[in-house]
C-alpha cells in the first residue's frame, strides 16, 4: 500500500499561473481532505469529500476549486496563484474504526511558492 | 463552531525533563486523536481515545481522555531529541458536517 499520495512535492508559480495538486489514496477511503500549513501554524481546512461526486468548503476555500470524480482521487486546482496561497498543502483520508475515532492518513505535502 | 485549544503553544526542555501537553474544548468530544508532525513531513496518529477516562500509554508517550470527554493530555516522559515536533489533536466536527477538526498545536522542541 502506498498509502496518501501527494504529487509534486515542489512548486514554484509566478503570480497568476495556475496549477493542479495531485492526490491519491489506495484505501479505497471514502473521506478526503485537503489542509494548507502556514509556516510556523497548524492545519486549515481548504476542501473535503465524502465520496466520488461530492465536495463541499472547508475554512479557507477561496482561490481554489476541488473535484472528485473517483474514490482514489481528489486533486485540488489553484486557478490564479497569489502570493497568499503560498504554503505547504496536505492531502488526507479517513478512516472510521469500528470502535471510533477518525484516523486520518496524510500525504508528505507539496510546498509551494508563488513569486 | 467546536474550536480545539491546545497549550502550551510552543515548549522547549532539557533531554530528559517530563512534560504535558493539553488540548480542551467547550464542547464534549465524540473521540479525540493525537498525532506528531516532525519537520517536512505529514502529520501522523499516535493515538485515539474513546471513551471518558481512557488512558492510553504509547513507550514513554502517556495519553488521558478527560471524564467529561472535553479535554485530553498527552504527558511525555524522560523527553528525548526525537520528540521534537508539532503535536495536534484532532477531532470530528459535532456539527455533522464531516469535518475534522485540528488544534493549532504545541511546537515541542527537545534540547539535548
Avoid at chain 2, 13 to 37: A, D, K
Wanted: include cysteine.
Amino acid at each position: 500500500n502506498a498509502g496518501v499520495t501527494q504529487t509534486p512535492k515542489f512548486r514554484i508559480l509566478k503570480i497568476g499561473q495556475s496549477m493542479t495538486l495531485q492526490c491519491a489514496q489506495d484505501m479505497n477511503h471514502n473521506y478526503m481532505y485537503w489542509y494548507r500549513q502556514d509556516p510556523g501554524m497548524g492545519l486549515k481546512l481548504i476542501y473535503y469529500s465524502v465520496g466520488a461526486g461530492i465536495t463541499d468548503k472547508g475554512e479557507v476555500p477561496n482561490g481554489y476549486n476541488v473535484s472528485r470524480s473517483t474514490t482514489e482521487d481528489f486533486p485540488l486546482r489553484l486557478e490564479l496563484a497569489a502570493p497568499s496561497q503560498t504554503s505547504v498543502y496536505f492531502c488526507a483520508s479517513t478512516y472510521t474504526p469500528t470502535g471510533g475515532g477518525n484516523i486520518q492518513y496524510f500525504g508528505a505535502g507539496t510546498r509551494l511558492s508563488v513569486l | 463552531t467546536q474550536l480545539l485549544e491546545q497549550s502550551p503553544q510552543f515548549l522547549s526542555i532539557q533531554e530528559g525533563e517530563n512534560l504535558t501537553v493539553y488540548c480542551n474544548s467547550s464542547s464534549v468530544f465524540s473521540s479525540l486523536q493525537w498525532y506528531r508532525q516532525e519537520p517536512g513531513e505529514g502529520p501522523v496518529l499516535l493515538v485515539t481515545v474513546v471513551t471518558g477516562g481512557e488512558v492510553k500509554k504509547l513507550k514513554r508517550l502517556t495519553f488521558q481522555f478527560g471524564d467529561a470527554r472535553k479535554d485530553s493530555s498527552l504527558h511525555i516522559t524522560a523527553a528525548q531529541p526525537g520528540d521534537t515536533g508539532l503535536y495536534l489533536c484532532a477531532t470530528r466536527s459535532m456539527n455533522r458536517d464531516d469535518k475534522i477538526i485540528f488544534g493549532k498545536g504545541t511546537r515541542l522542541h527537545i534540547l539535548p
